[in-house]
Nanobody, 125 residues
């Protein structure tokens, strides 16, 4: 079973950039789908993006966030730029060991098997 640890969160002014990391341990996650979700205070967890052979993103972040994978480090990165106040949330990465259809990106929490503990991102306006 893979374990996930997020890092890279913090406080940033609107318009700034942050890069979040999701490091896997326990086994290589080269065959896993990695998803990112976020949960703002008082709101449901929402899909941000997922990485299979390519990246798929929520409409609200598709022009600002980019996913990438470093196989040597067993880590997935979420590069966030042009941050907005509404990006403030706890960000979670999740792994799915089951295959998905070509061109499909799992977008609901119950489609994932393993979760990290989350990292807080706070954007000041």
């Amino acid at each position: 079973q893979v374990q996930l640890v997020e890092s890279g969160g913090g406080l940033m002014q609107a318009g700034g950039s942050l890069r979040l990391s999701c490091a896997a341990s326990g086994r290589t996650f080269s065959g896993y789908v990695i998803g990112w979700f976020r949960q703002a205070l008082g709101r449901e967890r929402e899909f941000v993006g997922a990485l299979t052979w390519s990246g798929g993103y929520a409409d609200s972040v598709s022009d600002r966030f980019t996913l990438s994978r470093d196989y040597a480090k067993n880590t997935v990165f979420l590069q966030m730029k042009s941050l907005k106040f509404e990006d403030t949330a706890v960000y979670y990465c999740a792994a799915r060991g089951r295959a998905v259809g070509v061109g499909r990106f799992p977008k609901t929490p119950d489609e994932y098997d393993v979760w990290g503990q989350g990292t807080q991102v706070t954007v000041s306006s």
